[in-house]
């Protein structure tokens, strides 16, 4: 997955924005001003933190070489994952999904449990 490739697809997720808060080509990928994703995409090797269950994190670490604690981030909700290593496209693209859906908003229920 190259740096385009990654930013297509943070965005392509509903609400998405991207955004540069903390220093120019650092991609911040936000929904509901929530940040679900941060990359340097023109980095070699590319990286992307995201957010992530803590169970599933550790999980991820202990099987994966390219799976790390967030860089610069909280150690129990975040990891970085190094592109084009032993975790592949297909699982960058899940966890990236992950994230958005655990910090995008959700709809309130009205009394009574009823959406």
């Known amino acids: 997955m190259t740096g385009d490739e990654l930013r297509a697809w943070c965005l392509s997720l509903p ?3 991207e ?9 911040v990928f936000k929904v509901a001003r929530k940040v679900f ?4 995409l023109s ?7 995201v957010k992530c ?7 991820l670490r202990a099987s994966y070489a390219s799976i ?3 860089y610069h981030l909280n150690k129990r909700h975040w990891i970085t994952i190094t592109l084009g290593r032993d975790a592949g496209d297909d699982l960058v693209r899940d966890l990236v999904q992950d994230s958005h859906d655990l910090v995008r908003p959700r709809p309130r229920r009205a009394p009574g449990g009823r959406a």
């Open 43 to 49: 980095a070699q090797p590319l990286t992307v933190s």
């Open 15 to 17: 609400g998405a924005a």
């Open 68 to 70: 790390v604690p967030g």
């Open 19 to 27: 955004e540069f808060p903390f220093a120019p080509g650092l991609s």
């Open 53 to 59: 269950d803590p169970e599933l994190g550790e999980s």
């Open 37 to 40: 994703a941060l990359s340097r």
